[in-house]
């Protein structure tokens, strides 16, 4: 089993940049597949992106690409996602996810370990 917290979500100016953490417990981190999701007000949870145990693999949204990068230090039992030219459409809640498998999953159902969430707001 593994716990999951989130930090680094804040208000920040469209065009801005923002990291977001997510710390992991447990000595098994670089066995779980890991993954981003987001929920905006009124809409469902959506994939952002994830990356594979080694960190040699990582998937995106297109919506995300070429703007997000999702990165991983195993050493340290983190996930990151560093987010640059952030968009209005981009506020939301950012979750962090695992799976104990190695596949890259895209679906939430696919994942079996959350963290709570950490509120990243996009402003004009």
């Known amino acids: 089993q593994v716990q999951l917290v989130e930090s680094g979500g804040r208000l920040v100016q469209a065009g801005g940049s923002l990291r977001l953490s997510c710390a992991a417990s447990g000595r098994t981190f670089s066995s779980y597949t890991m993954g981003w999701f987001r929920q905006a007000p009124g809409k469902e949870r959506e994939f952002v992106a994830a990356i594979n145990q080694s960190g040699g693999k990582t998937n995106y949204v297109d919506s995300v690409k070429g703007r997000f990068t999702i990165s991983r230090d195993n050493a340290k039992n983190s996930v990151y996602l560093q987010m640059n030219s952030l968009k209005l459409e981009d506020t939301a809640v950012y979750y962090c996810?695992?799976?104990?498998?190695?596949?890259?999953?895209?679906?939430?159902?696919?994942?079996?370990?959350w963290g709570q969430g950490t509120q990243v707001t996009v402003s004009s």
């Open positions: 996810a695992a799976r104990p498998y190695p596949r890259i999953a895209t679906t939430d159902k696919e994942y079996d370990y």
